[in-house]
Every structure is written in C-alpha cells, then in structure tokens.
C-alpha cells in the first residue's frame, strides 16, 4: 500500500513568490492533516480536514497561507506571497477519521525562501 | 508557549546498552501519549504510544513509560541497534485530536 505522497520534496523560492504543496493521502483515509516544521523543532499544526470540511484551522495564518481538499482526497496547500521564515519543511498526514492517534506522515517538502 | 519539551537535543549510546529519551509536557490535560521516529528526509513514524489510564507501555525493544505526577514520560530502548539513530519526538494530546509536539531528541547508537 502506498504512504503519503508529498510533492514536491524540494522547493526553492524568492520571497514575495507564490508556492504550493500537494499531498495525496493513503486510500481510504478521510482525515487529512498539513503539518509545518521548523529547523530543530517538532510539527506543528496548521489544518486538519475531515473530508472536504476544514475542522480546525486554528493555527493557520490565514494573511498569506489558504488550503483546500476539493474533493475530500488530495489537497493543496498555498503560501502567497512567500515570506523568508516560511522556509521550513511541510509535511502531511493522513489517518482514518476518529484514528488521530495514528496519522501517516509523508516525507514533506523542504521549502526555502531566498 | 511550548507545552512539549524535550530538553535533551541529541543523545549518544553505545550499541548493546539502554537508550532513555525523556520528555516533559506542561497540560495536565493531556490524556493520549506518542512517541514518533524520523530518520532524515523521511517523514516521522509512530514507534508506540500510552494513554493516561496507564504507567508503562512495551513493544519489543521499546518501553514508554508515564509520570503523570510529574508530568514526565519516557522511552526506553533496550538493546539499542545502530538502526536506532534517528530523532524522536514525543507528542501529546488532550481532546484526541490535535497533537502538540516536543523538539525532538537526536539518538546516535555507536556500534
């Protein structure tokens, strides 16, 4: 069974350029979860969707950064305009829904901005 | 405000001998425990877990064990392997959803 599929696993930007992340969860799971992690730090949070329906995107910074999961499977995740502390890695997860205890990561995506 | 933390950035072992990554979290409301392993450009792996109604958890080679007093876990590893060296992470959830992470410790097993 294929993993969490993320593309692309690098990306290198100037600041104030567009950038977007795409994930393709394991079949079957309906709960999607897009992850940011900083050098030397664990992930962080920054949207968790049910399906199509984005249930907590509490922590994501809505000025510059949007997501979607049109048709309750793959999803994208956008920054514009990228700024220079956006260069981190972004991963995603998935998991059964109700299963958030066992969430799949994919390799992520290795985001510089210059 | 970090609620997870793993003081110990890196951490050596000899292989053969026990490796103990620790972990402290600060929300007494944290109910559900992981631990994750992340080799380089892999995403994390989930390794084992524990949820609050218990003190210890084994898996083979790996144990995790919960303070909850102390607001304390760990992982132990026992005999560690070369294949071992990666970062952990441990995590820690309250309402089953949302997972808030530590820093990661780094492990190198010596052969």
């Not at chain 2, 080799?39 to 210890?56: M, Q, R």
């Not at chain 2, 071992?84 to 010596?110: E, H, K, M, P, W």
Request: proline share 6%; with cysteine.
């Amino acid at each position: 069974e294929a993993g969490v599929v993320q593309s692309p696993r690098y990306k290198i930007i100037e600041k104030k350029q567009p950038v977007a992340f795409w994930c393709n969860p394991i079949s079957g799971h309906n709960t999607l979860y897009w992850y940011l992690q900083n050098l030397g730090q664990g992930p962080e949070l920054l949207i968790r969707y049910e399906n199509e329906e984005a249930v907590d995107d509490s922590q994501l910074p809505k000025d510059r950064f949007s997501a979607e999961r049109l048709k309750g499977v793959d999803s994208t995740l956008k920054i514009q305009p990228a700024e220079l502390g956006d260069s981190a890695v972004y991963l995603c997860a998935s998991s059964l829904i109700g299963r958030d205890n066992e969430q799949f990561f994919g390799p992520g995506t290795r985001l510089t901005v210059l | 405000d970090q609620q997870v933390k793993q003081n110990s950035p890196s951490l050596s072992v000899q292989e053969g001998r026990i490796s103990i990554l620790n972990c402290d979290y600060t929300n007494s409301m944290f109910d559900y425990f992981l631990w994750y392993k992340k080799y380089p450009a892999e995403g994390p792996t989930f390794l084992i877990s524990i949820s609050s109604i218990k003190d210890k958890n084994e898996d083979g080679r790996f144990t995790v064990f919960l303070n909850k007093s102390a607001k304390h876990l760990s992982l132990h590893i026992v005999p560690s392997q070369p294949g071992d060296s990666a970062v952990y992470f441990c995590a820690a959830s309250y309402t089953g959803n949302q997972f808030y992470f530590g820093t990661g410790t780094s492990l190198t097993v010596i052969p």
